[in-house]
């Protein structure tokens, strides 16, 4: 099921967009809302490099920084195979391709709505 961006804050279409600008693939939205309780949306990005992980993540945490949107909790930005940035209402997951594909996030919640975000 797909939701539309409209129905998605501001914040969370805004990280989409930032993974974008670093050319993240594989970039998506889910509304988890009704389906977790921890947060109310994940967002997926895939880096084809460490260093492209890194720069995603950075740059996510850089911009949103500069509107007063930062993470409560950050992790992996270190390794860079899996970069997970916590803004409590979404999650942003940036991750190595080998590592997306282990964990199949997307699949994990599959019966979540999902925004899919093209370059």
Do not use: C
């Not at 460490?50 to 949103?64: F, K, M, N, T, Y």
Request: net charge negative; no cysteine; glycine share 6%.
């Amino acid at each position: 099921m797909n939701s539309s961006s409209e129905d998605l804050p501001k914040e969370v279409a805004q990280a989409a967009g930032l993974a974008l600008d670093r050319k993240a693939e594989g970039v998506m939205a889910l509304d988890l809302r009704g389906v977790s309780s921890a947060t109310d949306y994940f967002v997926l990005a895939t880096g084809n490099s460490d260093i492209q992980v890194r720069a995603i993540a950075e740059h996510i945490l850089e911009q949103l920084a500069k509107e007063g949107v930062r993470p409560l909790h950050v992790e992996g930005l270190d390794r860079a195979r899996w970069v997970l940035l916590d803004f409590v209402d979404f999650v942003v997951h940036v991750f190595h391709p080998v590592a997306r594909d282990f964990y199949q996030l997307e699949l994990l919640w599959g019966d979540a709505p999902t925004q899919l975000f093209a370059p």
